[in-house]
């Protein structure tokens, strides 16, 4: 039998290969591109900030580890083309290209970062996706004299690059263009280090997929930690000759000696091109609750990948590390024989900017609600995170999402200093076991004086709604 064939030796990819050795006696193969494997995009921004000594704490699994697991692992080997017909990717490496039958393919190729209209060929941009951008960044902020490539441990890190942006001038003005997660995430980041950090964001607020009463609190967090936030700003370009010297804004130039680019994701389908998969929102590739695509014996799972939304019940693209993990161990499963389905998404994130917690999951306010097709309800509450006379009792502010004809909750985001974001967890699984606001309201959550008041945040919301 030809073997079980997975392009990405990350988060998918990697879950998937586990899985399917663990369960079964199949030949695996993982085609990696690049010399990492089972890395933490999700760590790089504390590398950056200081906060994670080395970048290869970052590594998850070792590539002997990955073998001892059975798995044959091929790194640097990118996967060019796939023949859906013949059951054969192409493979490029050291310059040779080969046919690899399979008898299964996953493709767990994850996204790119997007660069918008900006020159990422300038000295001093760049975009944060893996963990050479990392350690490029990490030794660029630094001065010549002080940087420390101890820091980097002893993976495969793109020294040349490295060494190129340690030896030039540290920078002193930050533009962070985009105000996603990443760009939050980068603007404390960059603040740690001593840089004077702008964050550019087109829209009117920070974070818009948590909704604006999280976006109106971490505006005003960065700003009280000196971060200067532009909202409703588009920045039109970045501009220098080697080195960027200034973004420009409707005509205008301001000075900025590093911009880190936020601007979006992209799937990286190039490999599918061409054999008329089924793609779905941004391009990604369409798959069933198995994770199958629409071509024979090939799966698709994690930052590549559609899943199906648990509360609207559509086809979504929500790239994230959970779903990567749990999408690739299922296919594992499937392809070792035992059908597993990949799950549903509900859009479960959260988010820190300084010592703020940021925590949203499904339909977050009544337009994205009425967008598909129910009749929201939605309250804003703020209450305490613990008893009001125990030290440490913090404002959080819930927004829940329900559907007035059927009671049933929808969404939500939590903002908080003192364990806002897990709180998120208590919506989430709400929405998975489908509950109304009322069922909501009756949970038996825990209370004790430094954990909780009586009545949890969420309990409290939903007692308005209700
Ligand atoms: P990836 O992890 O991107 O892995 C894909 C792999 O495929 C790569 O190693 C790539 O080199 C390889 N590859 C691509 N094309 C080919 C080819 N043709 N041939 C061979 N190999 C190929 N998610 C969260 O849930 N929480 C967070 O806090 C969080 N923080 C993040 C912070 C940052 C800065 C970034 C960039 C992402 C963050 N994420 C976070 C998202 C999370 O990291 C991703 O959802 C997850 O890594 C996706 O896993 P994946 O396996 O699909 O893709």
Redesign the pocket.
Known sequence: MDPFVV?????????AASKCRRESDREVIV????Q??S???????YFVEGSVDRLTDLLSLSPAEAEARGIDLRRG????SVDAEDRTVT?RADGERFEQPYAELLV??????AAGPFDRSLDGVFS???LD??AAIDAYLAAPDDYDPARLGDGPVDRDRVDHNAALEPPERAAIVGGG??GV??AEALSARGVDVHLYQRSAHLLTPFGAAVGERVESTLRDHGVTVHTDTEVDALVGDERVAALRIDGDERPVDVAILGVG?RP?T??LDGTGVDRGPSGAIKTDDYGRTSLPAVYA?????TARHAVTGAETWV???????RA?RAIGSTVAGDPTPVGDVAGT???KAFDLECGRVGLVDESAATDAGFDPVSETITAGSRSGYYPGNEETTVTLVADRTTGRVLGGSIVGRDRAAVRIDTLATAIEADLTVAELERLDLAYAPPFSPVWDPVLVAAKVVN
């Open positions: 392009v990405g030796g990350d988060a998918a990819g990697l879950s085609f990696e591109k690049g990492w494997i890395y933490a995009h999700c760590g790089t921004p080997h990118e996967v060019v493979v767990a190729t994850g996204a790119s970062a944060l996706h893996g951008d990392a997660y990443v995430e980068m994701i990286n190039a490999l799972a994690g930052d590549v990948a790239p994230l590390g959970l779903t990567a993990n690739g994130a959260v988010v």
